[in-house]
């Protein structure tokens, strides 16, 4: 019995590890943890309202994530991305997504494709609900599913870190404008080429869908909301 409640508390660990990621995920994207800013776990924690073993565990996870970067001795700095890397993510982002969704056009079964219109569906309408969080993850699934009805598990990771590296900042302001919608919707419309077979069509799409992504996370940068900074509110402990 002592191997059991050893166990549960383990879960419950983890569970606990997973949510102040999910809280701290969050607030990085509401622009709520600034970006070169450092913060301390023990800080974080006593807004959370958690003790600081998860939140140092949860850092470290976003840190293998590239989202933020250890400082000894003072805590997490917040990492920064420039417009430079920012164009060259999305330069490789277009060489090797554009023609990989050419050939998945030609390639994917009607059936294989038909089962990405739930995501489709996900991501317009957490958009609409103001869900970033939920707008993000679907928005990761549906590009690295589809990529991955290429065959190809090296260039569906290449794709998912250079996601990591060029995630979005200060989503709310742009979420608050509507201008997220429109975004989402062109995942309805390249699923609907690609179950069409039209392969040129399909590769347009992509191509002008990480311009567009490109161009919301210019806005974003060009015109930050001002938020308070130090409240993120406690983490519901289930």
Known sequence: ???????????????????????????????????????SAPGLAAEL???ATPVREAMLDLAREGLVEPVRNKGFRITEVSERELDQCTELRTLIEVPTVG??????????????????????TNAREHNLIGYLE???????TLLGLAGNDRLV????????????????GLDEAGKLVSSAEEHRELLDLMIAGDRAAAEE??????????????????????????RLGPVRKN
């Open 205 to 230: 799409c992509m191509t002008r869908h990480l311009g567009h992504v490109r161009s919301l996370w210019a806005e974003a940068r060009d015109e930050p909301v001002e938020r308070p900074a130090g």
């Open 1 to 39: 019995m002592g191997d059991l409640k050893q166990h549960s508390l383990i879960k419950a660990q983890e569970r606990l590890r997973d949510q102040v990621g999910h809280a701290l995920r969050a607030a990085l994207i509401a622009g709520e943890l600034r970006p070169g800013s450092v913060y």
């Open 103 to 124: 050939r998945v056009t030609e390639l994917a079964t009607r059936e294989q494709l038909e089962a990405l219109r739930p995501l489709a569906e996900e991501i317009v």
């Open 138 to 144: 679907a928005d990761r699934r549906f590009h690295l």
């Open 157 to 172: 990771e290449t794709v998912g870190d250079l996601r990591k590296r060029s995630r979005l900042y200060g989503l709310t």
């Open 49 to 51: 309202g958690v003790s």
